[in-house]
């Protein structure tokens, strides 16, 4: 299907289901009035107790407009087109919520992945179909992709650098998938940042079915202030601030996340030696005997594969360093995800393993 066709064609009403078509959503004060006498939104007069400047005993915007200017011009596209949440979990949320009714609808997923998009399924009883990425490199399988799809299937779940194997998906792949689904393809690029591959969030306005996931927890180094980001063309970004919670993303959140704007020159030098660790870590793992593979990885984070994976991830517990055992993942027997640190980090990971195989 040719970009043109997709933008004409697609139809995203269709898709949406009905009684959020119809919702009429909770109006809350601090859309109308963020200034003045407020005496409207029930809030405690005397203050916060800790007496800060933000004045928390005031709700927060509903909306944070000067954050989502900030947002959209980091990646290049309009506020329009940025949601902002409760970590790209909410996203994910309110994506089902908006398109999926229960107990009748589907989505597609690639595993080995992100294993929220399965339990966020479950939650909202919407069944789950799987076609698993290529074994060998962890590619999607386009044409079973297509061939999965029902007429009850909504969404399709593709994370790219995937977790946990790391890798980036083809463009080519991933374009002919957003161009011939027939619901909503969404990009999970929560890790997009330590690769050299382009985000697709500047392309949500040529394809009117494309919804791009990232999150300030991984390169912005702000996983504490759970700030999620939905990149999607204008009208889901409607629907989506439709279904929130009135209040969904904190005063707290915010201020840290525009301070952090302000900071980019030091998010990119941590990017950069992140990525500088990541290629040492891997040369030093190769000398490491039971490591058998190590994937490619465009993310902050190594797939590898060793003798008695299940072992050596307990005993790495017990010596307090703690990995993620992923060997229950298809196409994943005995690996562990290790999340790159800093030199001393990965050196004492490096003795660590060293010892544990003499």
Not at 6 to 23: C, D, G, H, W, Y
Not at 91 to 104: A, V
Not at 210 to 227: C, E, H, M, Y
Request: glycine share 4%; aromatic share 8%.
């Amino acid at each position: 299907m040719k970009k043109e066709a997709m933008s004409t064609s697609f139809n995203l009403e269709k898709l949406v289901r009905p009684n959020i078509q119809a919702l009429k959503p909770y109006h809350s004060a601090r859309q109308d009035f963020s200034e003045g006498l407020l005496l409207d939104a029930n809030e405690n007069s005397y203050g916060d107790p800790i007496r800060s400047s933000q004045e928390l005993h005031r709700y927060p915007s509903p909306t944070h407009p000067r954050l989502r200017k900030r947002i959209a011009q980091w990646r290049r596209v309009r506020p329009e087109n940025v949601f902002i949440g409760v970590g790209s979990d909410e996203g994910i949320d309110l994506l089902y919520r908006i398109f999926c009714t229960p107990g009748q609808d589907r989505i597609l997923t690639t595993p080995p992945t992100y294993g929220m998009y399965r339990v966020s399924a479950n939650i909202h009883d919407i069944a789950i179909d799987e076609v698993l990425l290529t074994k060998d490199h962890f590619q999607p399988q386009v044409d079973q992709i297509l061939k999965a799809v029902t007429d009850h299937t909504k969404i399709l779940l593709l994370c790219s650098p995937n977790n946990p194997t790391g890798n980036t998906f083809e463009r080519d792949r991933m374009r002919e998938l957003i161009e011939s689904f027939p619901g909503i393809v969404v990009v999970d690029e929560a890790y997009i940042d330590f690769s050299d591959e382009e985000s697709w969030a500047s392309e949500v306005n040529t394809y009117p079915n494309l919804v791009v996931l990232q999150t300030l927890s991984k390169s912005f180094g702000l996983a504490g202030i759970r700030l999620g980001i939905t990149f999607a063309s204008d009208a889901i970004i409607d629907y989506m601030m439709k279904v929130k919670a009135p209040y969904n993303v904190n005063k707290l959140t915010a201020q840290r996340a525009l301070e952090a704007f302000d900071k980019m020159d030091r998010i990119a030098s941590n990017i950069a030696k992140i990525k500088k660790q990541r290629s040492t870590l891997r040369q030093q793992l190769e000398q490491i005997a039971i490591v058998r593979h190590i994937y490619p990885s465009e993310a902050n984070f190594l797939l590898v594969r060793v003798d008695h994976a299940r072992k050596i991830y307990q005993k790495l517990a017990d010596r307090g360093i703690i990995v993620r055992y992923r060997g229950n993942e298809p196409h994943c027997d005995d690996t562990l995800r290790i999340t790159v640190g800093t030199p001393e980090e990965n050196e004492r990971l490096i003795s660590a393993l060293k010892q544990l195989t003499e």
